[in-house]
């Protein structure tokens, strides 16, 4: 067993952490607050390399292995999970799905542009009735031939007012049930597909989460991933792979959550001496360094075992649902330790604490994730 990291995994973070803290923490509290996009940051993020991290070089990416993805997600998501969460979807569910299971002629014409950020892409599985039942799709993708025939509404779909690239989960033989689903690339400004309002959220306020409208919609066949029927398998595919970007997440806000403790425990007094001084602060800090250092080694072992080509369903469940409990119980003790002051925006707690309730819900429920794991022990 090796802990150490590699010099080019070393580098990667640094770079991370040194973006986050001089790129993104000086306006991430006005972001959150109006709910603004941070157009300008993910363009950055895209010129450094963070929205293609796992993709060949030979689509514009930049070859790194999952561990240096999840180094990278924790140093941005202590600063501003809603840049992260964006960056995960980029990553993990987009660009990560079309190279393993697209044509040549799709990684050519959409990957290349997303892993340098020119555009960003959305996943869009989750509709008003299918939520942790990924089975039940009611959005329809009717075969016509050398088109499918698109209609339905999707919710929860992060990037989606400011994506290009959708990929959308739709059923096409509703007898076959989940074998007669399909995946179709849908790009932004064909005709019949539309964007509803941004949903007005509790925490990564400055990622836009909206539904998508589609009525009628003509996607031509060759936009297709994969054979007919392959939709479900490669959503679950991308999903697996997803969860390890949200455990890393979670894990990033977990950590932002207890270097701020940290830092104003030693810093605010009380009966004279720092809180930092006092048992009952020193147990909750313990406990988070503990959690957040255990939440870490199991994104890290999700990590290599995709790296390694081994199976990482159970793995990255684990770090999932850990690392997302983890980022909740801290993010709620840091705004104990810093009392009132927590509870104000200005003191950034507040908002880790909105931020992590997400982590526990979205790419598959905690509930899901134990789901997921029992299935994997009972083999």
């Not at 949200?246 to 806000?253: E, T, V, W």
């Not at 406990?287 to 072992?301: E, F, G, K, V």
Request: hydrophobic share 40%; charged share 25%; net charge negative.
């Amino acid at each position: 067993m090796d802990f150490q990291l590699t010099e080019e995994q070393l580098a990667v973070q640094a770079a991370a952490r040194d973006f986050a803290q001089n790129e993104l923490w000086a306006g991430v509290i006005e972001r959150d607050e109006h709910q603004k996009f941070p157009a300008e940051q993910i363009k950055k993020m895209g010129e450094l390399g963070f929205l293609g991290m796992m993709v060949s070089p030979e689509y514009g990416g930049g070859g790194m292995d999952t561990v240096s993805y999840v180094l990278a997600m924790e140093e941005i998501s202590k600063v501003d999970a809603s840049c992260s969460v964006i960056m995960s979807v980029n990553n993990s569910l987009v660009c990560w799905g079309l190279e393993k299971y697209g044509t040549e002629e799709q990684k050519q014409k959409y990957l290349t542009r997303l892993t340098t950020g020119e555009i960003i892409g959305a996943f869009a599985l989750s509709e008003p009735e299918a939520g942790s039942d990924a089975t039940s799709q009611r959005t329809t993708a009717e075969d016509k031939g050398d088109y499918y025939l698109l209609n339905g509404t999707k919710n929860w779909i992060t990037n989606g007012t400011t994506a290009s690239v959708y990929l959308v989960v739709a059923q096409t033989n509703p007898e076959l049930k989940h074998r007669g689903i399909n995946v179709l690339i849908v790009e932004k400004g064909m005709e019949g597909f539309q964007t509803g309002p941004k949903e007005n959220k509790l925490g990564i306020r400055g990622s836009d989460t909206c539904s998508l409208l589609f009525n009628d919609v003509k996607v031509p066949k060759e936009n297709r991933i994969g054979d007919d029927g392959f939709g479900f398998k490669f959503a679950m595919q991308v999903l697996a792979g997803g969860r390890i970007g949200i455990a890393a997440q979670a894990l990033g806000i977990a950590s932002g959550a207890y270097e701020l403790s940290l830092k104003y425990a030693k810093e605010r007094k009380a009966f004279g001496v720092p809180i930092s001084q006092h048992q009952a602060i020193q147990f909750k800090l313990a406990d988070m360094a503990t959690n957040i250092d255990a939440a870490r080694l199991l994104c890290l072992q999700a990590a290599h075992d995709k790296d390694a080509h081994q199976d990482y369903a159970k793995s990255g469940a684990m770090a999932k649902l850990f690392a997302s409990k983890t980022a909740m119980d801290t993010a709620v003790e840091a705004v104990q330790i810093h009392g009132g002051y927590g509870f104000v925006k200005e003191y950034h707690v507040e908002r880790l604490m909105r931020d992590a309730k997400i982590t526990q819900i979205y790419e598959g429920t905690s509930e899901i994730q134990k789901i997921v794991i029992s299935r994997e022990i009972l083999k």
